[in-house]
């Protein structure tokens, strides 16, 4: 250990020592550059101020061009936080990797120089950096921006990283609620003052497939250590970022580059507790046919009424405050539409309970009839019983009424009375089986 640390010493006097044995610094004492660079920055710095006259050309103009290329090779997401006290704003952290020319930065490599191909500048503020940043949504602070790892090649192609934090600007689909997506954005200008037209090239990728978790408080602080960083991650993932450049109100002199993070509020197990409770009691209320006369179908349908009011009522409890922002997530439809059918429902059975009261000496058309029996007995295995209690006549019992008695076809009628009922609870269980075929997959 003790090696090592004697070694970098030595490393460090040495490097000192070239710099201060560096003859091109004689003419730049007035730029506090804290004599930390290589001799080869100075050589360049040298250069430029024997062409311009100052010392903070280099660092302070751009380079002397009607327009200037940025390359963009690369948009990394590193992490997204939700902004305090909001539930859909993300903070995005990342970086950019881009590099751009500067004909001022080039060197010889026959000369003094000829084994170095690449000049790493420690302080990014020494040269020229172009300003690729966000000047939206930035105005009231919390955003962060820095250019680090600045690499020079002998061409005059600079590489440089960006580390930016900024607040994006986000909008969310509650059409698939309580799972929405939210897609935000960060809008990137470089507008430079002295040069006339700017132009971002993408290199990388325009669409990306991510999963990474939205985290629910900071976890980006410089001063902590990573031991000590919390990851208390909030519903949301983010899926997916995209890459695009376009012309800024149509003007081709001014470039935005978008970048755009899409999240998606993974909550399944409150989706499954929202949707399978009144789905199972659904599909039960529409098999009520199979569980006995027209009575014990009210008696199955009216509960499984209640077990839908009931998720509808937990449903409502989760709403935001603040609604939806006129937007009628699909959820609701699939509420509205089961209620719909469950009244559908519950007002066929009783129409059919009320005209079996309803004593009939017409006789119904035999085949219908024998249709309406196939359909209770071998389909439904059911059957009117002239014991159930909604089965009593309309009409007073009287002497008149006793002498008809063997022109009573009111059991027949029943007969089609009961499969009207059950071929409707057939084509609702059908239509219901298709809507939830679309709400789950």
């Known amino acids: 250990m ?163 934090k900024y607040l994006a600007s986000c909008t969310v689909d509650y059409r698939k609620f309580p799972e929405e997506d939210d897609s935000c954005c960060i809008f990137f200008t470089a507008f430079e003052p002295n040069v006339e037209q700017t132009t971002l090239v993408l290199e990388g990728k325009e669409k990306e497939k991510m999963n990474r978790p939205v985290y629910a408080q900071k976890i980006y602080e410089k001063e902590k250590q990573l031991s000590d960083i919390v990851q208390e991650h909030s519903p949301w993932v983010v899926v997916e970022k995209t890459m695009s450049t376009s012309n800024l109100g149509g003007l081709k002199s001014l470039q935005v580059m978008q970048v755009c993070v899409r999240a998606e509020k993974q909550m399944s197990t409150v989706r499954v507790a929202l949707l399978f409770p009144v789905t199972l009691a659904t599909y039960v209320m529409l098999a009520s046919p199979l569980f006995g006369d027209l009575r014990t179908q009210i008696y199955v349908k009216l509960f499984s009424l209640h077990i839908q009011t009931l998720c509808f009522l937990y449903l409502c409890t989760i709403t935001p405050l603040n609604g939806f922002l006129g937007v009628r997530p699909r959820i609701y439809i699939f509420y509205e539409l089961i209620f719909t059918i469950s009244f559908m429902s519950i007002l066929v059975t009783l129409v059919v309970m009320a005209l079996s009261r309803v004593k009939r000496n017409v006789p119904p058309s035999h085949r219908l009839f024998l249709s309406a029996k196939l359909i209770n007995r071998v389909v439904c295995c059911i059957e009117p019983e002239r014991s159930d209690a909604y089965h009593r006549y309309v009409e007073e019992d009287t002497p008149e009424s006793r002498t008809t008695s063997e022109l009573d076809y009111t059991q027949d009628w029943r007969h089609i009375y009961l499969a009207m009922n059950n071929m409707f609870s057939a084509l609702m269980f059908s239509v219901f089986l298709f809507m939830t075929f679309l709400e789950f997959f």
């Open 2 to 164: 003790s090696f090592l640390v004697l070694f970098g010493a030595l490393l460090l006097i040495q490097t000192s020592e070239q710099m201060v044995q560096c003859r091109y610094t004689k003419n730049l004492t007035n730029r506090a550059d804290g004599g930390d660079e290589h001799c080869l920055f100075y050589y360049l710095l040298n250069k430029e101020y024997e062409k311009s006259g100052s010392v903070h050309s280099l660092s302070a103009y751009p380079p002397n061009s009607d327009e200037m290329t940025i390359t963009i090779e690369n948009v990394l997401v590193k992490y997204v936080e939700l902004v305090k006290g909001s539930s859909y704003q993300f903070n995005v952290f990342g970086d950019i990797y881009l590099n751009w020319k500067d004909e001022r930065m080039k060197w010889d490599k026959k000369g003094e120089f000829e084994n170095y191909e690449h000049l790493y500048i420690f302080n990014s503020s020494a040269i020229w950096t172009p300003h690729v940043i966000d000047h939206t949504l930035c105005s009231e602070g919390g955003c962060s921006y820095s250019v680090d790892d600045v690499d020079i090649y002998d061409d005059g192609t600079i590489y440089a990283r960006i580390q930016f």
